[in-house]
Structures are given as structure tokens and as C-alpha cells.
């Protein structure tokens, strides 16, 4: 009361004001975008880095995200390099195995040559890290030791047509793959890497050519 005896009037308790909570798909969609970031970030940074020349700090940096944010995503720099080098590989695979088969064995090898190339070069920090993390990390090497049967197996059903049909003279299939398409796997991995293919043909546009001209060659294929 105030000095008159009259009372004070009282407005009722405002009620608790609750923290407003987002909605779950919000969370998981802001999860999956930082994952994402995190991924371009370490595929970003091993296009002008070797593997142990930058960090998990550098990685999540790259991301605009703290180190915290990265440890909820991946237990550490391998297995995000782990991660990088599994989609590298599966998108690498569906391009090697998409190309149609020309109609002779001297087409089918141009196209075929080109469709590795290029899937090599799509990705092309995927694939360095993939090559790069291949010599240390048994499970990576064993990726690429898969991805490669894949491409020997491919190749030699192609040979084997060709042997049947008479296109080309008998020779030792399995031997012959394996040299020709090493011969491809180090032109690609060499010139994501280095400059040694530089001021050569091979260095001008995708280098199919010169490479297929190679397997030409080697098969003893006419003109």
C-alpha cells in the first residue's frame, strides 16, 4: 500500500521464456553441409599439399568450422583422407567402366584410354591423395589394388574378343593388360603430380592419343 492506504496493483508473473529448439532436419542438414565443406576443404588443400604437409586444424580452417566441429565428423586426418580417397575411387570406377566399345579394337582402346584419363583427371586431388596415402595405408592399397583387377578384367574381356575374332594375333592376355594398363595408371598419376610429361605430345590435350597409339603398337594393330 501507499501512503493513502490504497493498494499497488500487481501484474501476474510473466511465464519462463523457453529456448527455441531447431528442428531435427535443420540439424542433420547443417551436419551433412559441414561434413561436406570438410571433405572439399581436405581435397582442396592436397591439390597443392602432400598428405603430412597440412593438418586437422588447416583441414577444419579450410571448412570455416573449429577443430571441435571436426572431431564430431572424423576421428582424424586419415580417416577423412580415408573418406576422400573411397569417393574418388567410386567415381573414378563409374567413369572407366561407362565408355562404348567402338567398332574395332582400335576404337574401343581410344575410348576406353580417354574415359580412364579423364576420370583420373575429374577428381584429380581425390585421385593424388588416393595414389599418395596407397603406399603407407594397407586399406587405401587395397582400394586401388581392387580398382585395378577391375580395369585388368575390363581390358581383358576386350582382348580376348579381339584374339577370338581373329582382329588381332594371339598373345599373352593377362601379361599384355597388366603392362598396358600400368602404363596408363603411371601417365595418369605422373601427370597429377608432376611436370614431367611437360613441352611433350602427351602433354597436349588429354594424351589418349599418344597413349592409345601405344597400345596400338604394343598389340601390333594396323592402321
Known amino acids: ?11 501476474p508473473p510473466a511465464a519462463p521464456v523457453r529456448p527455441r529448439r531447431r528442428a531435427p ?13 570438410l571433405l572439399e576443404s581436405a581435397r ?5 599439399r602432400s598428405v603430412p604437409e597440412f593438418t586437422v586444424d588447416d583441414i577444419a580452417a579450410g571448412a570455416g568450422v573449429s577443430r571441435a566441429a571436426f572431431y564430431m565428423h572424423f576421428e582424424n586426418k586419415l580417416a577423412i583422407c580415408q573418406e576422400v580417397a573411397r569417393t574418388s575411387q567410386s567415381a573414378f570406377m563409374a567413369a572407366v567402366t561407362s565408355f562404348e566399345r567402338g567398332p574395332d579394337l582400335r576404337a574401343t582402346i581410344l575410348a576406353g584410354v580417354r574415359a580412364y584419363i579423364d576420370g583420373f583427371r575429374t577428381d584429380r586431388p581425390g585421385m593424388r591423395m588416393t595414389f599418395e596415402l596407397a603406399y603407407a595405408e ?12 577391375t580395369v585388368y578384367g575390363l581390358w581383358q574381356v576386350e582382348f580376348t574378343r579381339a584374339v577370338a575374332s581373329g582382329e588381332c594375333a594371339p598373345f599373352d ?46 598389340l601390333l594393330l594396323e592402321p
Not at 25 to 37: P, S
Open 25 to 37: 532436419g535443420r540439424r542433420r542438414g547443417d551436419a551433412a553441409a559441414t561434413r561436406a565443406n
Open 173 to 218: 592376355i593377362p601379361l599384355v593388360t597388366r603392362l598396358l594398363v600400368g602404363m596408363l595408371e603411371t601417365f595418369c598419376v605422373r601427370t597429377t603430380r608432376t611436370a614431367e610429361y611437360s613441352g611433350t605430345s602427351a602433354a597436349d590435350g588429354d594424351g589418349a592419343a599418344v597413349i592409345s597409339e601405344l597400345w596400338f603398337r604394343a
Open 1 to 11: 500500500m501507499n501512503a493513502r492506504g490504497e493498494a499497488f496493483a500487481t501484474s
Open 138 to 149: 594397407p586399406t587405401v592399397r587395397e582400394l586401388v589394388h581392387s580398382t585395378r583387377t
Open 44 to 48: 582442396a588443400l592436397v591439390d597443392s
